[in-house]
């Protein structure tokens, strides 16, 4: 492929992208945010973290070995850590380091 | 901007840190391995800027894709982008040219740190909010620098670590969990993901599950607003 088309392409990722992330906020930038808007602004960051969460676990497969253990067992260390002592860098390291202690060592 | 908001803003970004210095180098390493050296990587991570789409664009740029499908395929994998605009209007409004910076660079990432609104007390939000946004663009950019320069030396097995993303996700979802008594809406997230998941397999469940999550948004309002437990 020519360096031109990979240019061209990277181009177009950006431009596409950025219209995604921009157009809410122009669609709204000079009238008020209706009623209906703001209320799934209100409610949309909790139904997203969940969807976020899920996005992370597509590729875990459930019916072949090792049946998605090792991120259920990690999953569930970082949520109980969580709750218990809400420090986000804790549950974060003890959570990835389990998870890559037990897909590499076992 | 003032020293004290930096450090703010650079310890709420900590845990990004690691996970984007991590996944940016990966991002790094495998555009070197197909040809393509620092500078399409800068192009890639300073004007892209989001990384499973980053990752997605690899196979496409190698693959040679035409620029409809590469289109379309951006399309698919950043529609969620929609999602993050939506509930920051409100909050980004007024932030003057700045704004442009914070919509640019709303991530998966930075949207988890900056959704929930919180910010030091006495911080002007908007040049808080800023400098998050940043601090993340930075580390990704010096993480898939890093991995396009110096990846192939890397001795120790970095394999799982890129669960680090999981894990930030997890702790915002249980942060929310804890501060409202309202749980419909983390509920209906979830669950819409897992049915679609299912329904339309991992390549193809993130539109239908968006569309899915507005509608029993839009269903359960009258309920969720008379309610009105859930925290700002």
Redesign the interface.
Known sequence: ?SNT??????????L???I??????MI?RDRE?PEY???????????????????????VSITSSPFGI??LI??VL??VL??WK?N??V???S??VC??L???VF | MNLKLLKAAIIKTLPIMAGYMVLGMGFGILLKINGYGVLWVLAMSIFVYAGSMQYVGISLITGGASIISTALTTLMVNARHLFYGISMIQRYRGAGLKKLYLMFALTDETYSLVCNGDYPEGAIPHEYYFLVSLCDQIYWVIGSVMGSLIGSVITFNTEGIDFAMTALFVTVFVEQWVDTKEHRPSLIGVGASVLCLLLFGRENFLIPTMISIIILLTVCRGALERGGVASE
């Open positions: 492929m088309h990979a240019a061209i392409l990277i181009a177009v990722m950006a596409v992208t950025m995604l992330r921009f157009l809410p906020f709204f945010t808007i703001n209320f799934l602004g209100k409610y949309l960051p909790y139904s997203i973290m969940g969807m976020l969460v899920v996005y992370c676990l597509k590729d090792p991120e990690s999953v970082v949520a969580h709750f809400r986000t860098l549950s974060i390291v959570g990835t998870y890559m037990l897909i590499q």
